[in-house]
T-cell receptor
């Protein structure tokens, strides 16, 4: 079983601060995806990273895939209350199954 | 609207009852999956399908059955409900995971077994 460890599990910050969420594994994934989930809803895809070392930017969000394709990070610059939610990383592994980390619950206080 | 539709949104079952959670997508996606989400456990894969007529087990398949007779539908059957199956269930679909496409999730079914 391929496992993904996310850290931190909880994060509470003030509006305007920067933050980084980490997603680590001992396994290699063919690609890694980041989702955001709001209460009562299903996860919504933010980005997919495929190539080792790849960096993708989505407005104030920066996603990086590790060179060895075992880890990833999500950095948010100048967080806003609208960024509040559960951030999930997910790796595509054997048989194309998607394995999720347990998530980082982010709260951005005004 | 295009997307993944799950029904019902809420359900209460008595222990031992059976039921089917419905999932339909209108995006002609090949891949469909069922996950359950529990506090502190994250999303865990129950069953998945890579195309019509093809299904396989995920991480936590016991107590659940699936079938995929059409591309659009992927129902999840609870054979004999147990309190341990109290959870939020999500259905998801993807065009092709191999090309790095992400999954589209439904809004979930919140199931309580008493």
């Amino acid at each position: 079983t391929q496992l993904l460890e996310q850290s931190p599990q909880f994060l509470s910050i003030q509006e305007g601060e920067n933050l980084t969420v980490y997603c680590n594994s001992s396994s290699v994934f063919s690609s890694l995806q980041w989702y955001r989930q709001e209460p009562g809803e299903g996860p919504v895809l933010l980005v997919t990273v495929v190539t080792g070392g790849e960096v993708k930017k989505l407005k104030r969000l920066t996603f990086q895939f590790g060179d060895a394709r075992k880890d990833s990070s999500l950095h948010i610059t100048a967080a806003q209350p609208g960024d509040t939610g559960l951030y999930l990383c997910a790796g595509v592994g054997s048989n194309y199954k998607l394995t999720f980390g347990k998530g980082t619950l982010l709260t951005v206080n005004p | 609207n295009a997307g993944v539709t799950q029904t019902p949104k809420f359900q209460v079952l008595k222990t031992g009852q059976s039921m089917t959670l419905q999932c339909a997508q209108d995006m002609n996606h090949e891949y469909m999956s069922w996950y359950r989400q529990d506090p502190g456990m994250g999303l865990r894969l129950i069953h998945y399908s890579v195309g019509a007529g093809i299904t396989d087990q995920g991480e936590v398949p016991n107590g659940y059955n699936v079938s995929r007779s059409t591309t659009e539908d992927f129902p999840l059957r609870l054979l004999s409900a147990a309190p341990s199956q109290t959870s939020v269930y999500f259905c998801a679909s993807s065009y092709r995971v191999t090309t790095g496409n992400g999954y589209t999730f439904g809004s979930g079914t919140r199931l309580t077994v008493v």
